[in-house]
């Protein structure tokens, strides 16, 4: 079947569809019910379905006699190590760790943090967490204390599962004092904190509560997998939202594993025995879905990388490790590539290296440039591919399909034709589908396809609030864009407050809630300027309390010290501007919208809610003097 004809099979009957991909994976019992309606208005795929996430990943290709294949290979250089983890070797790590976690009273249904950096231990934590039916949260290791307690409190863990330090650059970053800290904030105390020492760090494990790794599974028997139902959670995953509270997107277990499989097979075209190389963090969805389970799943060797795209020893490190591993497809951000360039603009050190095994390379999470674009595909002569997906569908919604002998043409510019299975609409504000080439919101008509994310942690409302109420009848993704006359996707930008930094995705809102608690601020806005390198950076707009004496520069580094340190340096928070007052609505509403635009330099129309429109040319002329426009 072609493209075009796949497409409209999806859209005419989904449950048909997909109905017809049970049989590609293998289930303890085969579902009856193929798609329902949950009690709160929304949907699951394959309910009633029996299956083991880990034992898909792991236990079926070592009874199919793939035991030796490698399932991952690790390569640090941050660390300065490498290891090749055959798939039995990695079952038996999972299944001892599984055990040790069950003899700490770890059961289905139970949660259990991760905080870990990209070592091979961290891949074992997760599908340990799968083999008994639990549900892992991980955390990416850039996030403050705070930014995990508040994580604690919403899934209240039975176990935090964490290593002695992370690596960033050069520094080893100490992560056991961070979880401690984290722990003495959150007001929900797990009862075991399981240590994870590297050699270059040794943590103190000093409470009651800590637990070595390798000590933890010392005499206990290796765990089972554990039959879980197909809208059983297999874990969740906290993204940001527009406030201060972040998202626990709930995924579950037997449409992720259908839709990551479509995937890995479709969309990525790799097969059997391919190595796949996902250049991300498992902090991240892409982690979960493209270094762990998928590539996992999929039978494939996968890279799990430690490290910088520039460093250790230089920005030949991606070349080097596709050489290495002969790896056949990537998938990193544009922003990995925009800083590979920066170190080498003519990319003279990828000559070193032979790339021969690459077919293509995918890249998400934030806006291709046309400049990488042509760049990367120059230097690489291989297809450059810009695919589009979230952290709550946990696969891609628009790309080419890869593994199909007649995929639809990429074109630039565009993320791409909608995957079979996402009914993608642009809609006006009123929730009417505008014309072809005219921006809007883009929305996915229900119900969407498997593998998306149907609930919020401890909070179903919340779900339907964000996503299902504004447009009746489809899901809103939170992103602007167009559709050309043909049918493929342009992803503009964010019409909320979350911000793409460095394809990390963060909620300018929780950034206000910290530089708000200054004792001098009165009110603040954060909002996203365009970067070069990291495509966004927050800038905050301050208002002094009246009164307040303060030096300008002095507050910046206060406020800047204070998101570090609560929100993490991931957040890259570095500019604070003092202004008379912000633009507001009658009704008080900071017009957060407009500022985003004057700091694009875009056209803006001047709202006819606005209380005062003197102020706006008055912030213009103060960000020009910043240097932001
Ligand atoms: P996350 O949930 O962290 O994966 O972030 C998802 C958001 O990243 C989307 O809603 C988009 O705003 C943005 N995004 C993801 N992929 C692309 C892409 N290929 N082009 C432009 N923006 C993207």
Request: negative net charge; aromatic residues 10%.
């Amino acid at each position: 079947m072609s493209y075009e004809q796949n497409y409209l099979a999806a859209q005419q009957s989904p449950e048909k569809y997909w109905a017809e991909q049970v049989d590609n994976i293998d289930w303890f019992k085969k579902p009856d019910t193929i798609l329902s309606k949950t009690e709160h208005g929304t949907y699951s795929w394959y309910a009633d379905g029996e299956l083991n996430s880990c034992y898909l990943a792991l236990d079926r290709h070592v009874e199919a006699g793939r035991g030796d294949q490698i399932a991952l290979y690790y390569d640090s250089p941050a660390s300065g190590s490498k290891e090749q983890i055959s798939y039995s070797d990695l079952q038996c790590r999972v299944a001892r760790f599984a055990g040790a976690l069950k003899a700490r009273g770890v059961e289905k249904g139970d949660r259990v943090v991760i905080y870990m950096p990209m070592i091979p231990e961290a891949a074992v934590a997760m599908l340990a967490c799968a083999r008994l039916g639990a549900i892992h949260s991980v955390v990416f290791g850039g996030f403050a204390p705070n930014e995990m307690a508040i994580r604690i409190d919403d899934a209240t863990p039975k176990v935090i599962i964490t290593a002695s330090c992370g690596i960033e650059f050069e520094k080893q970053i100490a992560y056991k004092p961070l979880v401690d800290k984290a722990i003495e904030l959150s007001a929900h105390k797990p009862s075991a904190t399981i240590v994870c020492q590297r050699p270059m760090l040794q943590a103190d494990l000093n409470s009651a509560r800590d637990l070595d790794w390798h000590q933890c599974q010392e005499g206990v028997e290796p765990a089972d997998c554990v039959a879980v139902r197909g809208d059983d959670p297999l874990y969740i995953l906290y993204t940001s939202g527009t406030t201060g509270q972040p998202k626990g997107i709930v995924r579950d277990n037997g449409g992720h594993a259908i839709a990551l499989n479509y995937a890995l097979h479709n969309v990525y075209g790799m097969k059997q025995g391919d190595v796949w190389w996902g250049a991300s963090d498992i902090g991240w969805v892409v982690g979960h879905s493209f270094i762990v389970y998928g590539p996992l799943m999929g039978g494939c060797s996968a890279v799990f990388f430690e490290g910088k795209p520039i460093r250790n020893p230089d920005a030949g490190t991606f070349w080097r490790v596709i050489e290495e591993y002969a790896v056949n497809s990537m998938f990193c951000a544009p922003t990995a590539y925009r800083a590979i360039r920066k170190e080498d603009p003519e990319g003279a050190l990828s000559q070193k290296y032979n790339l021969e095994s690459l077919r293509w390379v995918f890249v998400a999470g934030e806006k291709l440039d046309s400049s990488t674009y042509y760049w990367l595909s120059d230097l690489l002569k291989v297809p450059v591919i810009d695919h589009w997906w979230q952290t709550e569908t946990g696969w891609p919604m628009t790309s080419p399909m890869m593994g199909w002998d007649s995929p639809s043409e990429s074109r630039l510019g565009s993320t791409n034709k909608p995957i079979p299975g996402y009914d993608i609409r642009v809609l006006d504000g009123d929730g009417h589908e505008v014309d072809a080439n005219e921006a809007g919101n883009i929305c996915v008509k229900l119900p969407m396809p498997p593998g998306v994310a149907w609930d919020i942690w401890n909070n179903s409302q919340r779900f339907v609030d964000s996503y299902l109420t504004a447009f009746p009848g489809y899901y809103h993704t939170g992103d602007g864009g167009y559709k050309d006359d043909d049918g493929y996707i342009y992803i503009t930008g964010r019409t909320d407050d979350v911000i793409n930094v460095s394809g990390h995705r963060l909620s300018t809102g929780e950034m206000e809630e910290v530089v708000s608690a200054h004792a001098a601020v009165a009110e603040c806005a954060v909002i996203g300027v365009n970067d070069q390198l990291k495509g966004q950076l927050p800038v905050g707009l301050i208002v002094l309390k009246a009164g307040a004496e303060i030096d300008e520069q002095q507050l910046e580094k206060e406020l800047v010290a204070m998101v570090r340190e609560q929100v993490g340096a991931l957040a890259c928070f570095r500019r604070a501007i003092v202004v008379e007052r912000l633009p507001k609505t009658r009704s008080g509403k900071i017009l957060r919208a407009i500022l985003r635009k004057i700091a694009a330099a875009e056209e803006y129309k001047m709202p006819s809610t606005i209380d005062d429109e003197s102020i706006l040319p008055e912030i213009t002329d103060l960000m020009k003097q910043s240097g932001l426009v």
